[in-house]
C-alpha cells in the first residue's frame, strides 16, 4: 500500500510576485516562515519591535533572496507602533501572518496598559489586522497553540484583573483569543463579501526562545532542558510547516485551523485540524472581537 506523502516545505508553490508581512519574524518559527517564503520568490516584510535584530536576522538569509525581505518596525505591545506601521504601509499585502508572541511572563503592562501577554497576541494583531485591511488581498493567518485548550475568556476581564494573574493561565487565553479571532475574522468576511481569507495555524511542541521568558530562572532552566532533547520538541522549520500551510495552500478554506498530524498535534506535518468546542462559540468572539476592536480604538 502506497502512502501519500505528507506535506512539508518543499510543497510551497511559487510565491513569485506576491508581498506577505510577517510579525516577530526575526527568530523562530517567523524567521523559518520568511526563508521558506523568499526562496519561492515572495517579498516579505520583516515586521519586528527590535530592528538590530531584524536586520541581523535578514543577513542570515541566503544571498539570492535576501533582498526580497526588508526591515520594518512593528512593537505589538503600543498600539501606537501599529498606527505608525500601517500608516507606513504602501502597496498591497497578500497575506498577514500574525505570528509574534510572548509566553509566560510575570504580569506586566502594554504602552496602553492591558496584560502583556494579550495584548501582544490578540490585541496588537488584532489592530494591525484591522489597519491593513484596505491593502489585503488573499488571507490573515493567526499563530494558536494547543494551550488554547486551556483558556477560557472572560471578555469583561481580558487583562485578567478580576480573576488573578496566572502567567500561563494568562497565556492560554492569549491564543484562545487568537483562534477565535481568526474565526470571527472570517465570519465578517464572509458577511461582507470581500473574498478575504482568516485562518489559525498552531505549530505543536517547538523548540524556541519563545518558552523561556518568565523571568523565573528555575522554570526557564527547565524548559531549556525540554528543548535540547532532539525528539522533545519540533525545530522552529518544522513548527513552521503548519504556518506555511496555512499561508500558502491556495484552495485552504478560510475558517481553517491547521496544526501537526502525530502525537495529538504535538509533533509532524500539517494538517487540518479541530480547536476545541470553546474557541468556536460565536457570540464570545464576536464579543471578544467588539471588546477588542474598543480598546484598539478602531470605531
Not at 519586528?48 to 531584524?54: D, I, M, S
Not at 521568558?213 to 525528539?231: K, M, T, Y
Request: hydrophobic share 40%.
Amino acid at each position: 500500500m502506497t502512502r501519500t506523502p505528507r506535506w512539508s516545505a518543499s510543497d510551497v508553490t511559487d510565491q513569485t510576485g506576491r508581498t506577505f508581512v510577517v510579525t516577530g519574524a526575526n527568530a523562530g518559527i517567523g524567521l523559518a516562515t520568511t526563508k521558506v517564503l523568499v526562496d519561492r520568490g515572495a517579498r516579505v516584510v520583516m515586521a519586528c519591535r527590535n530592528q538590530e535584530k531584524a536586520e541581523a536576522a535578514r543577513a542570515t538569509l541566503p544571498v539570492g533572496t535576501r533582498d526580497l525581505a526588508s526591515v520594518r518596525r512593528l512593537d505589538l505591545s503600543d498600539l501606537d507602533s501599529v498606527d505608525e506601521f500601517v500608516a507606513g504601509a504602501t502597496g498591497r499585502v497578500d497575506v498577514l501572518i500574525n505570528n509574534a508572541g510572548v509566553m509566560n511572563l510575570p504580569l506586566s503592562r502594554t504602552a496602553q496598559g492591558h496584560e502583556m501577554q494579550f495584548g501582544v497576541n490578540a490585541l496588537g494583531h488584532h489592530a494591525l489586522t484591522h489597519g491593513l485591511l484596505p491593502r489585503l488581498t488573499d488571507r490573515v493567518v493567526w499563530l494558536g497553540s494547543l494551550a488554547h485548550l486551556r483558556g477560557r475568556l472572560d471578555t469583561d476581564d481580558l487583562s485578567m484583573d478580576l480573576r488573578g494573574y496566572r502567567p500561563m493561565r494568562a497565556y492560554a487565553d492569549s491564543k484562545l483569543a487568537c483562534i477565535m479571532l481568526a474565526y470571527e475574522w472570517q465570519r465578517r468576511f464572509e458577511r461582507d463579501g470581500r473574498g478575504i481569507r482568516s485562518m489559525a495555524a498552531h505549530p505543536g511542541y517547538t523548540a524556541t526562545e519563545l518558552i523561556r521568558q518568565s523571568g523565573r530562572p528555575v522554570a526557564d532552566r527547565f524548559f531549556e532542558l525540554g528543548n535540547s532533547i532532539p525528539w522533545a520538541g519540533l525545530t522552529p522549520e518544522m513548527g513552521a510547516l503548519s504556518v506555511l500551510f496555512a499561508a500558502t495552500v491556495p484552495d485552504l478554506p478560510g475558517g481553517s485551523f491547521v496544526g501537526p498530524d502525530r502525537l495529538g498535534g504535538l509533533r509532524g506535518h500539517p494538517k487540518i485540524a479541530r480547536s476545541s468546542r470553546g474557541s468556536r462559540d460565536p457570540e464570545v468572539a464576536s464579543a471578544l472581537w467588539e471588546r477588542c476592536t474598543e480598546m484598539a480604538a478602531f470605531r
